[in-house]
């Protein structure tokens, strides 16, 4: 029984990935100005195994394909959603993430001038 779980559950990360992890370019990841790079910074780099970095004190995840997210299997096939696992441990990646999660969460459908316009 456990051997046919696994089975599935191979599967299913396999589908999940594909569908809700690949990356394509689309106008968005070249908007601002940004028209030789994606601005998600794909793809990714090909890691063959997952390491600490000591100078940059950060730890690198291993990546197979540089156009997927890097993604956990149980989340992805449980919640099937998109999501992107970083290991966030300090410094300039956490402060990024801070104000990437800032922003997000506090988007607003008016812009700032239309904002400032109404004070």
């Known amino acids: 029984v456990l051997n046919s779980w ?33 601005r998600f910074l794909f ?27 890097y993604f956990n299997p149980y989340l992805l096939v449980f919640c099937r959603h998109n999501h992107d696992i970083k290991c966030i441990l300090s410094g300039k990646g956490a402060k990024a993430a801070m104000f990437y999660i800032s922003d997000y969460i506090t988007k607003m459908d008016l812009k700032t001038y239309e904002v400032l316009s109404l004070l």
């Open 6 to 38: 696994e089975a599935a559950f191979a599967t299913e990360v396999k589908r999940c990935g594909e569908v809700l992890q690949r990356h394509t370019c689309r106008a968005v990841c070249h908007k601002y100005g940004n028209d030789s790079r994606c």
């Open 43 to 69: 793809p990714h780099e090909i890691v063959e195994t997952s390491y600490f970095d000591s100078e940059t004190n950060s730890v690198v995840l291993m990546c197979r394909d540089g156009n997927v997210n």
